[in-house]
């Protein structure tokens, strides 16, 4: 008989821990300063610490509320090396029973020497990045890691009933790609059957460790963005799960998590399965048929970090009792999006804070609707009135609402969305740069390196003054020029050394944002960002790059690109505000951009990129939700660029994303050159780009820099070939996947003189 299931959960929580301990540890372990069983002893103290500290937030030492969704790297490739989806390539780090090590599984992730990691994307629509399964008709899948289940047991011998998390099977292979040995039109979900008993297998581990229940996370159910037809999906779900639902041996939760079931909601309900776990920030509360299913009211929402309308959110659930026989309430998303502690940050104004609510304050809430279900609404009243209250002083605080700048934003009219014909501007740049065949040049920033955070930390401290900061900046910039000399590239960059983070560094300059001190999000692997917040009206009160793109151009005799991060992805990776239309904000973050873009050329700068890595990302699961997104998310672009002459050159660049969907988009932002991520992917886009007709410069990239390898001049001189089998010489740039703000100076220096090494042998191909 499945045990009761709790009246409130949340659906994950931060893996990285409050200062980013797991990051220093697995990084350590990477360096070789520690090995692997002191990496396994520091994950194993955080996640005590972690089922201590949700137990003294208000969740239950033994009733399976705490999820045990730890990971070390990715829940992806968590699922993949449990189920023994290990690629051809990595077979020798496979054991006889199919398992990987820790150094085994950070290789498939990273790389190594001519291996190349797994491909990596974004998760639906959220900034984490997820590996990305190859599967093929020779996978041969079976329970291979046991790790899962090592925890589970952990958390049994401290005292707790936790409930695993793992990826669901029809997620899984539809985040999947075919391998390189799959015959062309695979489709990694035609091995759903063979997965299956995979699955059952683990769940009867799971049980035998002490778990009651399990969260199978089917995202996908909610995306009708994967390519496949939306029949195949909800018949692999009603396959997967009238498969483990027989005979289960401990109750099933079915997470679903970014959006509305919509049509798989049936097919969950008719499955022998336990519990659904629907998202009401993004989703409705389902009407119509009843079920004797828990549903799991997704009322909080895990993806931001506002306070919210804790009434309305319990209204949702008194809704959500008219359907089903048993309602518990949770979080909308795992909480992995949002930042720990709210606690953690005392230099935010006591006014903002009090309408903010990070993972900790989340689970909070989450215990206090969880009481409320089981009191009655009188029980919570005063909590409810609390964060009302909040909310109505949100509203009329100053900063808010800036008259000027709606204003502004309200008289625009169709000439600031458009600028003037291609053909005439490419006349224009080509005398005005006079650049060669395949240009070479980075998307941005150049490593951030031990000695720039010390100088910006003791600047902060105020050991060192303002001037001693500033010239130290100088003379990075200096030798950053001086490099990109040496090695040949055509358009320099200043390197960014004066910025901690492409975000953080523009919500620091401009009015209606706040940054955080210790608000870290994962993003992949060990890497963590602190998403600004944006609170209000967005406007620049000042110039914020034009110093250090006019002292940069003073260096070099070369074009020098100034740049800048895009509206969109200023706020896909921040906490936006959610008071109005995500469109509306948009476009007064545009027109910040227009001010320096124009301040920009007024200085002499003839190259200027503005950043959309995250222009694929925001778009919504939902297709019917699509075309307004799109929309505006490319006018907001067109607004922040199109105030330029024709003789200016506006790049824009993108990133480790599915971009066949949104490829009319991209040709939309009317860019002079796109630069786009292509090389883990070995150019996949490139096809694409050639059936849709794409007529301006693209730069499809040639060197993955979110790896530790090194390509070699023959890898480059492939990759170059490849797009140059699709793309005309003359629109081609050459140049890395991203910025190289996370590499280290050896591997930049090896891999660009690489990258010019093949451009050479390119353009004398050529006849250039």
Not at 42 to 52: D, F, S, Y
Not at 193 to 201: A, F, K, Q
Not at 421 to 442: E, I
Request: a negative charge; aromatic letters at 6%; proline letters at 6%.
């Amino acid at each position: 008989m499945t045990a009761p299931f709790p009246t409130g959960t949340i659906l994950g929580y931060p893996r990285i821990g409050r200062r980013r301990e797991l990051k220093r540890a697995v990084e350590a372990f990477w360096a070789g300063r520690i090995d692997a069983d002191e990496l396994e002893r520091t994950a194993a103290e955080l996640r005590g610490i972690t089922r201590e500290r949700l137990v003294g937030l208000g969740l239950g030492r033994g009733d399976s509320s705490i999820p045990e969704s730890f990971s070390y790297y990715d829940q992806v490739l968590d699922a993949a090396v449990a189920v023994g989806a290990v690629p051809t390539r990595f077979a020798d780090l496979v054991d006889a029973d199919g398992a990987v090590d820790l150094a085994g599984y950070f290789t498939i992730a990273r790389g190594e020497g001519e291996r190349a990691p797994l491909e990596m994307t974004k998760w639906f629509d959220s900034n984490y990045h997820y590996l990305v399964p190859e599967i093929g008709p020779e996978t041969r899948f079976r329970l291979a890691g046991d790790r899962l289940v090592r925890e589970v047991a952990e958390a049994k011998a401290a005292g707790f009933v936790t409930r695993p998390v793992i990826v669901g099977p029809v997620t899984f292979l539809l985040l999947s790609k075919a391998s390189d040995e799959a015959p062309e039109g695979f489709a990694p979900l035609s091995r759903l059957e063979d997965l299956l008993p995979v699955y059952r297998e683990l769940l009867a581990e799971l049980a035998a460790a002490g778990a009651e229940w399990v969260q199978l996370d089917e995202p996908a159910l909610v995306s009708e963005s994967l390519g496949t037809p939306r029949g195949e999906v909800l018949a692999a779900a009603q396959t997967a799960y009238e498969s483990l639902g027989q005979g289960r041996p401990l109750g099933i939760l079915v997470a679903a998590p970014y959006g509305s079931l919509d049509d798989a909601l049936p097919v969950l309900q008719a499955a022998p399965i336990d519990a659904i776990a629907l998202d009401l920030v993004k989703g409705e509360v389902p009407s119509g048929a009843t079920t004797d299913k828990v549903l799991v009211g997704g009322a909080i929402d895990g993806h931001n970090i506002w306070r919210g309308d804790l009434a309305a959110a319990f209204g949702k659930l008194e809704k959500l009792r008219e359907v089903a026989g048993t309602v518990a309430v949770g979080t909308s998303t795992n909480l992995f999006h949002t930042p720990h502690d709210v606690a953690d940050e005392p230099e935010l104004p006591a006014q903002l804070v009090s309408w903010l609510a990070f993972a900790d304050q989340k689970v909070g809430q989450v215990a206090t609707l969880a009481r409320g279900l089981a009191e009655g609404r009188a029980a919570i009243q005063a909590e409810l009135d609390a964060a009302s209250a909040a909310l109505e002083d949100r509203r009329t605080a100053p900063g808010v609402r800036d008259g000027a700048v709606r204003g502004r934003v309200a008289e625009l009219d169709d000439a600031a969305f458009a600028r003037g014909d291609y053909a005439h501007r490419r006349a224009q740049q080509d005398v005005a740069l006079r650049l060669p065949p395949l240009p070479t040049t980075t998307i941005g920033s150049f490593p951030q390196t031990g000695d720039i955070r010390r100088e910006r930390a003791r600047q902060a401290k105020g050991e060192i003054t303002r001037d001693e900061y500033e010239g130290f900046l100088q003379q990075e910039i200096a030798d950053v020029v001086a490099l990109q000399e040496r090695i040949g590239l055509d358009v320099i960059v200043h390197g960014e050394p004066e910025r901690n983070d492409m975000v953080q560094y523009f919500a620091e300059n401009l009015d209606g944002f706040a940054v955080t001190q210790n608000g870290w999000v994962q993003s992949y692997g060990s890497r963590a960002t602190r998403p600004s917040i944006l609170w209000g009206d967005v406007s620049r009160p000042a110039p914020i790059t034009v110093r250090w793109s006019t002292y940069t151009q003073g260096l070099t005799e070369k074009p020098v690109k100034g740049m800048l991060t895009g509206p969109v992805t200023i706020l896909a990776w921040s906490f936006v505000r959610d008071d109005q239309p995500l469109a509306d904000t948009a476009y007064q973050v545009a027109l910040a951009l227009r001010d320096e873009i124009g301040d920009l050329e007024s200085a002499g700068i003839g190259v200027i990129q503005v950043d959309e890595p995250a222009l694929r990302e925001l778009l919504p699961l939902k297709k019917r939700d699509q075309g307004a997104y799109l929309d505006w998310s490319v006018r907001s672009f067109r607004l922040a660029t199109s105030g330029v002459e024709d003789r200016t050159q506006i790049h824009t660049h993108l990133c480790y994303s599915e971009f066949g969907v949104v490829l009319d988009a991209i040709d939309a932002l009317d860019a002079d050159v796109t630069s786009i991520e292509a090389a883990r992917s070995r150019m996949e886009v490139v096809p694409e780009l050639e059936k849709s007709g794409f007529g301006r410069g693209i730069g499809p990239g040639v060197y993955d820099i979110h790896s530790p390898r090194v390509p070699s001049v023959e890898e480059v001189r492939d990759l170059i070939g490849i797009a140059l089998s699709s793309i005309p010489e003359r629109q081609l740039w050459i140049n890395p996947d991203c910025g190289l703000k996370t590499r280290g100076y050896q591997e930049t220096v090896a891999s660009l003189e690489n990258i010019l090494a093949a451009t050479r042998e390119a353009r004398a191909a050529l006849g250039a």
